[in-house]
């Protein structure tokens, strides 16, 4: 009889080790793919990022969504005044004509129904958008948080510390 029980519960303790065995390698795999998405740029990184970004930058994207969508339509008057200009305040160092040049038909960067948003990054107190062109053109937007003006953005990246101004 005391043969009988002497292997009673050794089946279960091998059914232990293989589950602690298999959740053990699965975490560690985990782990691995988590490092590998984490540390290069996978596309599913990117959208998740993306993802994130238009999540905290709403607002502003929307802003610069509309921007787009009145120059696709081509009402520019109403496109200046998301810039914080009107022809009865015009802006001091970026005139209406100076819009039309850069965003009117014959501007720069026309034709504008082929503009989409690529990045949103918040630096400071405004948003710096990345709007992208068929041709491969990009153009960085700033909008204000506090009042959602555009502008052109003064920096090209968004810095940890705000880069050195040089004094003339």
């Not at 303790?13 to 691995?32: C, D, M, S, Y």
């Not at 994207?61 to 009145?70: N, T």
């Not at 496109?79 to 100076?98: I, V």
Request: a neutral charge; hydrophobic letters at 35%.
């Amino acid at each position: 009889m005391a043969g009988y029980l002497a292997n009673y519960g050794a089946g279960e303790e091998q059914r232990e080790k293989r589950i602690r065995r298999l959740v053990t390698i699965g975490l560690i795999v985990a782990a691995v793919l988590g490092l590998y998405l984490l540390t290069f740029h996978t596309p599913i990184l990117e959208r998740y990022i993306r993802f994130v970004q238009i999540l905290k930058n709403h607002q502003e994207e929307k802003r610069v969504d509309l921007f787009l969508d009145l120059l696709a339509k081509r009402d520019y008057k109403q496109a200046y005044a998301l810039w914080g200009c009107t022809d009865t305040k015009p802006c001091r160092d970026y005139t209406y004509q100076n819009f039309m040049e850069d965003w009117g038909p014959k501007g720069s960067q026309a034709p504008s129904e082929l503009f989409h948003t690529t990045r949103s990054r918040a630096c400071g107190s405004g948003v710096i958008l990345t709007v992208d062109a068929a041709n491969n053109r990009e153009e960085k937007l700033w909008v204000e948080k506090d009042d959602l003006t555009i502008g052109f953005s003064p920096y090209a990246g968004c810095y940890a510390t705000p880069p050195p101004v040089e004094l003339r």
